[in-house]
Each structure stands twice: as C-alpha cells, then as structure tokens.
T-cell receptor, first 114, second 109 residues
Framework: DVKVTQSSRYLVKRTGEKVFLECVQDMDHENMFWYRQDPGLGLRLIYFSYDVKMKEKGDIPEGYSVSREKKERFSLILESASTNQTSMYLC?????????????FGPGTRLTVT | GQNIDQPTEMTATEGAIVQINCTYQTSGFNGLFWYQQHAGEAPTFLSYNVLDGLEEKGRFSSFLSRSKGYSYLLLKELQMKDSASYLCAVRDGDYQLIWGAGTKLIIKP
C-alpha cells in the first residue's frame, strides 16, 4: 500500500512566523503535490513537483515556496504566515506511468495562523 | 474558464440508492476522477473514467458522457459508513487536476 505521511496533523502558528510542512511518500513516486482545502472550495493546487529539485507553480502559489531535495520528500514553506493561510493542507503523490494517474493523499495538516 | 459543479449536500436513507452528479467545463479533458473523503481524513480514490459509459465497482458505479461534460457516481445499498464528501476532479493536462467543491452525503437510518 502507498503511504503518504505528513509531519503534523495540527499546527498553530503566529502571524509572521516561518512554517514548514513536510510530506514523505514511500512508493518511489515521481510526482508530488501540495493542495489547500477550504470549506466550499475544491482542492486548490499550490505547487507540484515532477522530479527531484523540479517544481511548478499551481493555481495559488503566492505566499508559499517548496523544496524537493529527495525523491520521497516534498516540503511546503510559508515564508511569513498570515491569517488567510489558515487552512487544511494536503500532500499527494502519483506515479509517473501513464496508467497511474491516481493521486494518493496524506492525512492532511490543519494549520491555524493566529 | 474552468468549472466543475456538484451539489453541495445530499441526504439519503440507509439501504437506498443515490446518484451524485458532476458537470464540468474545462479547456482540456483527459479523464475524470471520483474520490471519497470522510470528515477530517484524506481523500481516497474511488474511480477513474476516460471513456464514455458506466464502470461498476462493487456497490459504486461511475458514469461519464464526454459530449455532455457530465458524470455521476452511483452508490447502491447505502451504508452509514458511506456518509462522506464525494469529490469530482477532471484531469486537464498531464499533471494537474481541477477539483469540484465536493458533495457532502448524509445517510439517515
């Protein structure tokens, strides 16, 4: 079974703090994704990565950055947290073959910025 | 623009059948996913349709009509554990998925 883990289930940070969210997958997947999920809105893609050290902006990259130094790990960084970044953050991974478009999700990190 | 519409909430009775609709308008189409998400948990994969028609998988079936920009998820013999949100997503290009806001399904005894 594919396993995607995230470093924290719940996180409370203060405005202006730098925040690191970590995601690790154990299936040697090439592609990894960071989403945020807010009530009444669909999952919105922040960034994705299709290879080590490669990254692409998603729909809402402003205020975020990412790092992928190893294949299994994809980090999301909030350089200076703001209250409008309070949300559920979901990490996902996907294999690289054309037959495997399914994304596997981690349990999510509920971030509150006060 | 890119748009995926699903009903916000539906209610059904244990043991019954429910159909959750999804309509989409996207610049590209390479397939449509359905995911299930229980409250506070990660989305989990249910189905993936690329071609028109009905695909059945146990109590769950998913239908796609590409010409109509329409899909539905059919859940039979509803159980209390089916209470969850159901997310529709379209694969637009190679990597990105466009997600609907999800349909919250409430099952009553």
């Amino acid at each position: 079974d594919v396993k995607v883990t995230q470093s924290s289930r719940y996180l409370v940070k203060r405005t202006g703090e730098k925040v690191f969210l970590e995601c690790v997958q154990d299936m040697d997947h090439e592609n990894m994704f960071w989403y945020r999920q807010d009530p009444g809105l669909g999952l919105r893609l922040i960034y994705f990565s299709y290879d080590v050290k490669m990254k692409e902006k998603g729909d809402i990259p402003e205020g975020y950055s990412v790092s992928r130094e190893k294949k299994e790990r994809f980090s999301l960084i909030l350089e200076s947290a703001s209250t409008n970044q309070t949300s559920m953050y979901l990490c996902a991974s996907r294999g690289g073959g054309q037959e495997s478009y399914e994304q596997y999700f981690g349990p999510g990190t509920r971030l509150t910025v006060t | 623009g890119q748009n995926i519409d699903q009903p916000t909430e539906m209610t059904a009775t244990e043991g019954a059948i429910v159909q959750i609709n999804c309509t989409y308008q996207t610049s590209g189409f390479n397939g449509l996913f359905w995911y299930q998400q229980h409250a506070g948990e990660a989305p989990t994969f249910l189905s993936y349709n690329v071609l028109d028609g009905l695909e059945e998988k146990g109590r769950f079936s998913s239908f796609l009509s590409r010409s109509k920009g329409y899909s539905y998820l059919l859940l039979k013999e509803l159980q209390m554990k089916d209470s969850a949100s159901y997310l529709c997503a379209v694969r637009d290009g190679d990597y990105q998925l466009i997600w609907g806001a999800g349909t919250k399904l409430i099952i009553k005894p």
